[in-house]
């Protein structure tokens, strides 16, 4: 398996949380740099967080800096992102991406391997 695979998508209200995980590649996963991206209905895919291949890295968009919580476990090979304070415009297709090197980006083009995707839904 080299594809990330998300899970724990789903609705929630406005005000709830949710934990999204990304199970990743077992051969690779404590070696590069994930990150999570989002895309909503008619609009571009956008940069939500990343975190370094240790974990001791991690950016936010300021979208989601104080509400989300990326974080990973390497023994499980698995990157989680809890998020609390869901709002309305956070619905979005939350994607788990992989790049081929150690720090945390936000470059769309710096990750090499990306999952299908898991509905996130905030109704108001």
Known sequence: QVQPVES???LVQAGGSLRLSCAASRRTFGTYAMG???QAPGKEH???SAISWSGGSTYYADSVKGRFTISR???KNTVYLQ???LKPEDTA???C???RGRWATTDRLEYAYWGQGTQVTVSS
């Open 8 to 10: 724990g998508g789903g």
């Open 36 to 38: 999570w991206f989002r």
């Open 46 to 48: 956008e940069f939500v």
């Open 73 to 75: 476990d390497n023994d």
């Open 83 to 85: 998020m609390n304070s």
């Open 93 to 95: 297709v939350y994607y």
């Open 97 to 99: 991406a992989q790049t």
